[in-house]
């Protein structure tokens, strides 16, 4: 198992190198709360691109693992305009919410962070949307026995969750599209 294990890290490795090739990757633990227990051996790859203008990339790893018996499996991710430990924190929140059955996370699914997502954000939302920045080759990973779907955790406002509840993903997403909204930026305006 542990072979198994090790050889399908390695390849979700390779496949966040492929998506920001020239990009220097390092895996941060988080090691408050019960991460480490309901997700064993969980991680944050931060994949800083070579090009600086370009948003920093935080990708979970260690969420497939709690899915183990299901074909289909995810792994999330954040873009984020700067280099912060508050990313590896919200993904760990995350994956944690994530790790309980009750609350399996999918395409569409809303999660309130409880606080800004930065200090004076107006994003204190994340809306699980497909990886719109880097399409669906950087989406999905097959592996021996099942597939890893990464999802693109996008911060989002208050008005923006209540409105994407009452008027569905699709409508929300239109709105991202027509205004070509900053998402990188957690001072943005709402959308809506």
């Not at 050889?7 to 390779?14: K, T």
């Not at 899915?67 to 499996?73: I, S």
């Not at 989002?156 to 070509?180: H, P």
């Amino acid at each position: 198992m542990v072979e198994t294990l090790s050889a399908e890290r390695c390849a979700l490795l390779d496949h966040v190198q492929a998506a920001w090739p020239a990009s220097a990757i390092v895996a941060e633990q988080w090691e408050h709360g019960p991460i480490r227990v309901n997700v064993p051996g969980f991680e944050v790859i931060r994949v800083m691109p070579a090009d600086t203008a370009q948003s920093i990339a935080y990708v979970t790893s260690g969420c497939f693992t709690i899915e183990a018996t299901e074909h289909l499996r995810h792994e999330f991710f954040l873009l984020a305009p700067t280099e912060d430990r508050r990313h590896v924190e919200i993904l760990a929140m995350l994956a944690n919410f994530h790790a309980d059955r009750r609350y399996r996370l999918d395409l569409g699914s809303v999660v309130a962070i409880g606080e800004p997502w930065l200090p004076r954000s107006t994003c204190d939302h994340l809306l699980i949307c497909l990886p719109y920045t880097h399409g669906p080759k950087f989406e999905w990973l097959r592996l021996p026995g099942c597939c890893v779907r990464f999802l693109w955790a996008l911060p989002i406002t208050t008005d923006e969750a209540s409105f994407g509840k009452e008027n569905g993903l699709e409508a929300l997403e239109q709105k991202f599209e027509a205004l070509q909204f900053d998402y990188w930026n957690p001072y943005r305006t709402s959308v809506v």
